[in-house]
């Protein structure tokens, strides 16, 4: 069998040191999109939140993001926990996750600072689940969560600093922290559906 053009062979041996897996370069693919498309939504929002505030349309909009958002959160920590059905204990888990997500929601009155929960919320569940494809084929990451906590709180950082570039935006420290709250209740949530995952696999093997 033919493998391919020697800049594509090389890439691909590059690609099977640096990952253990090829669910984990998925993953990490998946967390690169996500990057991208925040950085790439930086000036949108407050342009559109004042758009949709002029035409009386804020409040609606807003709770079509609450609903959408809640929604994406909860299946991303629900679906990356588990390879089979939901058990009642991990909806237990993604509900309460979700739940505290909402009241940090509540807690945000611009309609820009409530997407970036979500968006901070994903892109923690996604670093996680990229970490712990890590740790599946072989490879040692300790305190995987806490890696991927630091590494959504620096994007997060660095979304911040960048809007000092942006007109009509400006750094805001309590931003940092509630994008950091929002990666840790994610973060939180897909590791407990996890752990209780194979927990209650372990319980009913042989």
Same mark, same amino acid.
């Given at each position: 069998m033919n493998p391919g053009p020697p800049n594509r062979r090389f890439?691909?041996?590059?690609?099977?040191? %640096? *990952?253990?897996? /090829? $669910?984990? $370069?998925?993953?990490?693919?998946? #967390? %690169?999109? #996500? @990057?991208?498309? @925040? *950085?790439? /939504? %930086?000036? *949108?929002?407050g342009w559109l939140a004042g758009e949709l505030a002029a035409a009386g349309l804020l409040e609606a909009a807003a709770a079509f993001i609450f609903l959408a958002g809640m929604i994406l959160v909860a299946a991303t920590v629900l679906i990356q926990g588990l390879n089979q059905r939901p058990s009642g204990l991990n909806l237990v888990i993604a509900v309460g996750a979700t739940a505290m997500l909402l009241m940090l929601f509540l807690r945000t009155a611009v309609l820009a600072e409530r997407s970036h929960l979500v968006e901070y919320a994903v892109l923690g569940a996604f670093v996680y689940a990229a970490l712990a494809e890590r740790v599946a084929g072989g490879r040692r990451v300790p305190f995987a969560w806490l890696w991927a906590l630091v590494l959504t709180t620096l994007v997060g950082t660095l979304d911040e600093l960048v809007q000092l570039f942006i007109p009509g935006r400006h750094f805001d420290p309590v931003d940092i922290l509630f994008n950091f709250l929002a990666a840790t209740f994610a973060i939180a949530g897909r590791a407990g559906i996890g752990w209780t995952h194979r927990r209650i696999g372990r319980k009913s093997g042989p």
């Open positions: 890439a691909n041996w590059a690609a099977a040191g %640096l *990952f253990a897996s /090829t $669910r984990e $370069r998925r993953m990490w693919y998946l #967390v %690169l999109a #996500v @990057i991208a498309a @925040i *950085f790439a /939504t %930086l000036g *949108f929002g």
